[in-house]
């Protein structure tokens, strides 16, 4: 894409013009720090778009200890350590995207991950945030 401008930067520092139709996150809010951090994203997200906003790939709280201890079952101890080790997933209610959606008056569809062959389809979810 030649003609487009890219840049790379932590999410919470968005600039929310120029506008686009459609902003979209992919596999990304797991690795936020805090909830209040994502909250602050998902504001600017729904600043910058002018239709909807999707949020793909989120960590489905109510998954969140089987999807650890199938992780966890899949490596060696020392691997997963060295692999894991400081690593912090966020994981999400689906709860936390309606009160979003619901505070702005948007339409909100949340539906299960669905990629063939990602392992990690049964814990993941994903959101579409319609204005």
């Known amino acids: 894409m030649p003609e487009m401008k890219f840049k790379c930067l932590p999410a919470i520092q968005m600039?929310?013009?120029?506008q686009y139709d459609i902003v979209v996150s992919n596999s990304m809010f797991h690795y936020l720090p805090t909830l209040t951090d994502?909250?602050?994203?998902?504001?600017?997200m729904l600043d910058k778009a002018?239709?909807?906003?999707?949020?793909?790939d989120i960590n489905d709280i109510q998954y969140k200890n089987l999807a650890q201890k199938i992780r966890q079952g899949a490596l060696a101890k020392d691997?997963?350590?060295?692999?894991y080790n400081g690593l912090h997933y966020l994981f999400f209610?689906?709860?936390?995207?309606?009160?979003l959606a619901k505070r702005h008056q948007y339409n909100?569809?949340?539906?299960?991950?669905n990629i063939d062959g990602y392992q990690n389809n049964?814990?993941?979810?994903?959101?579409?945030?319609?204005k």
Do not use: G
């Open 15 to 18: 600039q929310t013009k120029p």
């Open 108 to 113: 909100i569809d949340i539906f299960k991950q």
């Open 93 to 99: 209610d689906h709860s936390f995207f309606i009160k």
């Open 79 to 83: 691997e997963y350590t060295r692999k």
């Open 50 to 56: 002018k239709i909807k906003i999707a949020i793909l």
């Open 122 to 130: 049964p814990f993941r979810f994903n959101v579409i945030i319609e």
């Open 38 to 44: 994502a909250e602050k994203i998902v504001e600017k």
